[in-house]
C-alpha cells in the first residue's frame, strides 16, 4: 500500500551496497531499506527493477523524487553523471544527471562525484559525506579525513573543496593481510603500542614500507612475533605512509576524522602520534545529511 | 629400470614446484622432472611419496643422496632444517637436516635457509642460487639482487652472506595489478618511459606512493591513461619504492642482478636511471649449480 507521507527517496548506491531511506517532507526517515545489489552486480537497464523490487507497493501515484549518490552514478553504473572539477562547492541537484525510467512513479536524479585533473583523482560518494558535514558546520575551514577502503583527504575553505587526495591504504591492508604471504601471520587482535610505533616509523622513513611488510613474516618465525602485534603494525605502517604523504594536509591544519569506528580511531591515533590536532565527528548519518542538502535544494528550485 | 649412473638428485622443493635433476657423478645433467605437489600442498608425510612417484623406477639399489634446498625445509614443510644465521657463509651440506625415509633408497639432505636477526629477515632457496653464483665467481665482493615474488638483495663479501632484505615487490604488483581496484586499468603491455618516470617518482619522494597509486585509476577515468603506460607505472612506482629502502645496499656498490627475464630487465632499467652500475648474469642454472656445490662437500666428506 502507497505511504501517503512519503516524500523522497535518499539513496546511496555503492559499489557492493545500496541503502535507502524512505523520506517525509518535514526530512524524517519513514523507513530504511538495503540490498547487496550494488553497482559491482547491475547491467544499466536492471537498476529500476532494483528499487521497484525494494519500493513499488510503497510508491504514491505521483512522480517521487529519488536522490542518489555514489557509483551508480559511474560510467559503468546506471547512467553516467560527469564528475564536478574541483575547486568547486559540493554539487547539488542542479548538477544530477537524470536516469530514464519506464515508471512514471519514480524521477531519478544521480548527484556527480567530484574529480581534479592534477594530481588526477576522483570520488563519488564522499562528497556528499562532505555535503552532510558541511551542512551541520557550514562555515568549516580546515581538513576532513574520510577513513575507508579508499581513505580521503579533502581540503575545505570558503565551502568549496579546493583539492584532495584518495589513498588505497584500506585496500592495501585487506590484500596483504589476507592474500598475501603475510595471511600466516595477523591474527584478529590488536596492539596499540605496536600501532604508534610503525606509524612512526614510516612516517620517519616512508621507503622503509618496501622491506617493514616482510620483516613482520620473518619476526613471527624467528622471534615469534604475535599476530596481534603482526595486525597493528601491518596497519600502522600502511597508516604511516599515508599520513607521510598527506603532511600537506593534517599539518598545522584543523582536521575532522569522519567516523566513529575502529578504523577513523586508528587513524586519530595516528595523528596523535604526530601532535596533530584532529577531533572525530559521526559518520553515520553524514550521507543521509548530504542528500537532504541536495534534496532541500531541488524543493528551492521547484 | 634404475638407471645405472644416477649418482644424486638435486632438488628445488619450493611453494608450489618441485624440480628435480638427475645427476651422474660427473655433474652431468641425465634427466630433469617437474612437478606443481609444492610444499603448499603437501603434509610432511607425503614428501617421500611425491620423490617415489618421480623417481621410483629410476632408482638404484643402494641409498641415492637427494639434496634439496628451498621451502620443503620450513617448519611447515617436510621437516624443518634450522636457518644459518648471517653473517655466513652459503651453508652446506654439513649443516643439512636428514629427512627420514622408509624406502633405503633415498638419503634425503635438506639444506638450511638463511636468517638475520636485526632486522628480522628469512630466505629459503634463495641462499643455494647464491651459492651457485658464488661457485662460479668465488671471490665476488659486492650486492647480488635477486628478482622475483620476494626480491631479496644480500651483500657478499669475503665469501659470505654479510647482510640482506627482502621485498614484497613482486606480490604487491600481482596483488594490486589483479585484485585491487587498479585491475580495471591495468593491460598486459608496457610503457619503457612511464617505468622509468615512476621508479624516478617514488625513489626521489617514497611516501608518495600511497596517493600515486589510486592516481593510476583516476588518470585513466579522467584522461584516458592507456593501460599499457598503466601497468608500467604500477612496477616503476612499486620498484622505486624497493629501491629507495635498499639504497645502502646498491649505493657504491657492484650489484650483479641474477635473472635475465622481463622482471631482471625492470630492475637494472631502475638502477640505470640512478646511474647505478649493475650487470646481469642468467640466474637459470644457479639453484642447480648451488646444489651441486653442496653435493661436491658431501662427496669431499665422506
Redesign the interface.
Known sequence: MPISTLAWIAADWGTTHLRLWLMDAAGTVLDRRMSDKGMGRLAPHQYEAVLLDLLGEDLPGQPTPVVICGMAGA?QGWIEAP?AAVPCTVPGIDRATRAPTSDPRLAVYILPGL???Q????MRGEETQIGGFLAGEPSFDGVLCLPGT?CKWAHISASEVVSF?????G??FS??GQ????RHSIGTGWDEAAFADAVTDTLSR??????????I???Q???G?STDVARARLSGLLIG??M????PYWLGQEVVILGEDGLAKAYETAMKTQSAWCRRVPAEDTTLQGLKAAFAQLKATQ
Do not use: N
Not at 119 to 122: F, H, L, R
Not at 165 to 169: L, Q
Not at 179 to 182: A, D, F, G
Open positions: 560510467r564528475y574529480s581534479q585533473a594530481p588526477a583523482d576522483v579508499h587526495r584518495t589513498f588505497m591504504t585496500e592495501l590484500l596483504l592474500q598475501s604471504v603475510l616512508p621507503a622503509g614500507l618496501g622491506a617493514e611488510l616482510f620483516s613474516r620473518a619476526a618465525l624467528l622471534h612475533q605512509l599515508e607521510a604523504a598527506a603532511r
